[in-house]
């Protein structure tokens, strides 16, 4: 089994993207962090936080949410899960911590308790169109349809949890959450089952082509959530939390200036991340991710650029060192091959 570090590929990165896109993959998400929240008050509390709903969601469910500040700047993505007597919070890698203290800050007499649970719990992912068939035949029971929802059940005899996943890499994901110690036996048991494990290789070309922005390079605390695909992400029609006046207000009577969107580029070779983006000799952005895509057989990338130049089709440029490389903007997800016809990825949340 890979470390806590995901490894690079296992394989051949372009066999592990196949299998994805086409059977099942398995990725290794043990570097991300996870926090148990218990008491009487836990609802209400995220509720008053986070942007999406959380109060209405019944054991079982589940959503993705973003805690912003106030200016509306994105701090944190997290996915919820309701279940009987706790509600759990997973973080992106190295944010569980953070997270915790955040909500910790806005503790008063709350009846909550916030316990981080990332060292007791491994967290798998089975993605692609034969993700819910694996954990079904391996578990007994599936989570339903609706993204994070989520069933308790066993893998031969170990405790996990299967969690619907965001379609991060454009394909069904089943998350599955499991006793760290035991990450090994599910990990080996899964692969025996026929899931491809995946590298980081093949799931950056997977998780880009979706379009799916992970914090830390295409979203940090310098982002207006509205900048980014963030329509899962809130409710329209809950009541206050910490940003949400900026959210509405451009929602309702402005704009943003920049937008994250995906570029189609020309050559072979996936520029950095921070090349400059230019049009008509001016910096209009900059690339935050790239990869090279095995859908689509060339590099793109996800990049923030001015609003005047987000319309997918429009031309501009990639600075790479001396050179200037020819792209076009790509609305999200790109459209790949995809198991035999050309069709745009489903759209997903940004959860990854």
């Not at 997973?90 to 909500?103: G, N």
Request: aromatic residues 6%; charged residues 25%; proline residues 6%.
């Amino acid at each position: 089994m890979a470390n806590r570090e995901t490894s690079s590929a296992y394989g051949q990165p372009a066999d592990e993207y196949w299998a994805a896109r086409r059977g099942v993959g398995l990725v290794d998400r043990r570097d991300w962090g996870v926090l148990e929240l218990t008491g009487r008050d836990r609802a209400t509390f995220l509720h008053a936080l986070l942007s999406n709903e959380i109060k209405a969601l019944a054991p079982g469910q589940g959503c993705a949410a973003t805690l912003l500040d106030v200016h509306g700047k994105v701090q944190v993505v997290v996915s919820v899960w309701v279940a009987d007597d706790r509600i759990f919070v997973v973080t992106p890698p190295s944010m569980a911590q953070k997270t915790a203290e955040a909500l910790d800050h806005y503790l008063f007499s709350e009846k909550v308790a916030i316990r981080d649970v990332s060292d007791e719990t491994a967290l798998l992912v089975l993605a692609g169109p034969k993700a819910r068939e694996t954990a079904e035949r391996m578990a007994g029971a599936r989570p339903g349809e609706a993204a994070w929802a989520h069933v308790a059940s066993k893998l031969g005899e170990v405790p996990v949890r299967l969690v619907t996943g965001g379609r991060e890499t454009g394909e069904a994901e089943v998350w599955i959450a499991g006793p760290a110690s035991e990450a090994a036996r599910l990990w080996d048991a899964l692969v025996a089952a026929g899931a491809q494990p995946i590298g980081r290789m093949a799931f950056e070309s997977l998780r880009i082509e979706a379009g799916t922005p992970v914090l830390g390079r295409d979203v940090d605390e310098s982002v207006l959530l509205p900048e980014i695909p963030f329509e899962r992400l809130v409710s329209q029609t809950k009541g206050c939390y910490p940003g949400q006046e900026v959210v509405v207000r451009i929602r309702d009577r402005g704009h943003v200036n920049r937008m994250l969107v995906g570029l189609l580029l020309d050559g072979s070779d996936p520029p950095s991340d921070g090349a400059e983006v230019v049009a008509d000799s001016a910096a209009i952005g900059r690339v935050t991710s790239s990869t090279w895509s095995f859908g689509l057989e060339r590099p793109i990338a996800l990049a923030f650029v001015r609003r005047q130049h987000a319309a997918a089709g429009s031309r501009i440029q990639v600075r790479v060192g001396e050179r200037m490389l020819s792209a076009s903007v790509s609305a999200l997800p790109f459209v790949v091959e995809h198991r035999g016809e050309r069709a745009p990825l489903p759209p997903i949340s940004p959860t990854g």
